[in-house]
């Protein structure tokens, strides 16, 4: 399968703090691939620097053939790779129809469509359909149908994720980027998220690169896994081997446990 | 979806206003005139505040329309109503699409006070030159429409006539602008510009237009007003010549294109009543009615319309 998405040897640095140190990866269309390391790890730097939120101090970023490193994110946007928020990024004053609404409009006016001289109702591109039927049938899709009318800024915390990834399927994304799908959500709704958002993406055919804490997320939604740590890719294998790696049990899985015996042990001493 | 009728409502309103004005009294039709030509600045001012931004220097444009439809007089002794307005409104278009580049980066406090400080810019440049009347202005030509000079008693009604058909225009434009993608991203882009921009629209493109727009309306709005009181001065341009237009913007709401040129009426009723009652003290009887319409019609006198509806 040909890669659609070439990151090579992507380096950026915040003063003395290196967020991504030598990032080469290459994701194959179609493929579900999960994201995993510690906070700080570089795992959403990576993220945004795709998104072209951040620009690499060196390296390159091909998609599909085309260097996108020096676009701008609406730029990158409109190539088709959309993204997801660690923290749901909604119109806080409008309806979660209203939301779905804003972002086909956008996706309607970059079309040339919909604009001051044309006549009638446009067909969504991509949809085929009128932009409030597309609304609502993203809306059943994630099942939100019974949250349409109500403002976003007081929608629940999970309801909130789930309208922060429909929002990114106006525009039918040919690469979906999820930056922590599941955080803030209870542990029995993870799984109900992730297979809605999966299901919902399957069925569009894009390519998922997501960012995930739980391992049992991980190691069931992922085809493959990227293990960051220290701004470095420290494994690159499907869930099962990379689990396994004793470097990424000892940096990534059993991150943060490992740290606290470590203290532990010099305070002992 | 409730059905939209606002351009019915405005033809009716034009309608009213052309076949009723022969027949009142030349206060009220001077009184219709100005507050057409401040509506179409609110007007302006709307469009920016539905993307959460409050221009505190409008009377910018309102002044270069102003001064733009005074120097065509003056230089070429062009006294058509129509040619001044739009001789305003462009010059003032072309002011908002240079100054948009750098305005359209700021926003909430940044984009008001900047817009202020501008304004005063010209201010202080009209002040200081000698060759348009310093702080005095100067005159302009009596107004013609098409070429014809009317007979005196009937200027005011052409020219409130004209100022009608302009303005009954500019609200059908934004009225169907409003409902564009573009149009429709104003409460997107108050709201959140990082989902914006991640959605694949540029805020600041948006915001550009839109600043172009309102300075265009301004601008068409100072040229009438030139035209109409047949006076221009400096303070035109002063600050509170911008907050005028702010205290009509949010008396009248964001709700309807109509709104602008209503609360604008409404001011300057209030204006006229208050200056009449208490010579000395309208400004209290004018802040005294806005704080009571904020404190009962948060959205503005538009509420009271939307009110109805949805009940």
Not at chain 1, 7 to 16: R, Y
Not at chain 1, 85 to 96: C, E, G, M, R, V
């Amino acid at each position: 399968m040909a890669a659609i998405l070439d990151a090579q040897g992507l380096n950026k640095s915040f003063g003395a703090v290196t967020a991504a140190s030598d990032i080469t990866a290459a994701i194959e269309r179609d493929s579900v691939v999960g994201l995993i390391g510690t906070n700080g790890a570089g795992k959403t730097t990576f993220i945004n620097m795709i998104t072209g939120y951040l620009k690499p101090d060196r390296g390159r970023i091909h998609y599909e053939g085309r260097d996108i490193t020096a676009l701008a994110p609406r730029e990158i946007t409109r190539l088709g790779i959309c993204r997801s928020f660690q923290i749901p990024q909604l119109y806080a004053s409008l309806t979660a129809f209203e939301n779905m609404m804003a972002g086909i409009g956008v996706v309607l006016q970059n079309a040339g469509l919909g604009g001051f001289f044309s006549r009638g109702e446009p067909l969504v591109p991509g949809h085929n359909l009128p932009a409030e039927e597309v609304a609502d049938r993203i809306l059943e899709r994630f099942g939100l149908s019974d949250y349409r009318d109500r403002n976003a800024q007081v929608l629940p915390g999970g309801v909130r994720k789930l309208l922060d990834i429909a929002l990114t399927m106006v525009a039918k994304p040919k690469i979906l980027l999820l930056d922590e799908p599941t955080s803030g959500v209870s542990a029995e709704e993870k799984f109900t998220i992730m297979e809605m958002v999966m299901s919902a993406v399957r069925a569009e055919g894009a390519t998922v690169l997501f960012v995930e804490h739980d391992m049992e997320v991980v190691s069931r939604f992922a085809e493959r896994v990227l293990a960051f740590y220290d701004g470095r890719i420290i494994a690159d294998a499907p869930p099962a081997v990379a689990l396994e790696d004793p470097e990424v049990k000892r940096f990534v899985v059993g991150g943060e446990l490992h740290r606290i015996d470590e203290a532990q042990a010099k305070r002992r001493a | 979806m409730r059905r939209d009728r606002t351009p019915q409502t405005l033809v009716l309103i034009l309608a009213a206003i052309l076949a009723a004005a022969p027949f009142a009294p030349q206060w009220t039709v001077f009184l219709l005139t100005v507050a057409i030509a401040k509506g179409l600045v609110v007007l302006g001012l709307m469009i920016l505040l539905r993307c959460g931004l409050v221009s505190f220097g409008q009377a910018l444009y309102y002044c270069i329309g102003a001064y733009a439809a005074g120097m065509l007089g003056r230089l070429f002794q062009v006294s058509d109503v129509f040619t001044l307005m739009l001789a305003g409104m462009a010059v003032a278009a072309v002011a908002g699409f240079v100054l948009g580049f750098l305005l359209a980066r700021y926003r909430s406090i940044f984009f008001g006070l900047l817009s202020l400080a501008i304004s005063m810019i010209l201010y202080g440049l009209l002040i200081k030159s000698e060759t348009l009347g310093s702080s005095d202005g100067f005159n302009i030509l009596p107004s013609t429409l098409l070429g014809v000079r009317p007979p005196d008693n009937w200027v005011r009604y052409l020219v409130l006539a004209a100022a009608a058909v302009l303005a009954f225009v500019a609200a059908l434009l934004v009225h169907r602008y409003l409902k564009t993608p573009l149009g429709r991203l104003a409460p997107a882009i108050k709201d959140n510009e990082i989902r914006v921009e991640y959605m694949g629209a540029s805020a600041r493109n948006a915001i550009h237009v839109k600043y172009v727009i309102a300075a265009a309306l301004a601008g068409l709005g100072g040229g009438l007003a030139a035209t109409t009181v047949g006076h221009i001065d400096p303070d035109m341009a002063y600050w509170t010549t911008s907050g005028e237009f702010i205290f009509i913007t949010i008396l009248a709401g964001t709700g309807s294109v109509i709104a602008p040129f209503l609360g604008a009426l409404v001011f300057g009723v209030i204006q006229s009543i208050a200056f009449d009652v208490s010579p000395n003290t309208w400004q209290m009887v004018l802040g005294s009615s806005l704080l009571v319409v904020i404190l009962f019609l948060p959205s503005g006198l538009w509420s009271l319309f939307t009110r109805r509806k949805a009940s």
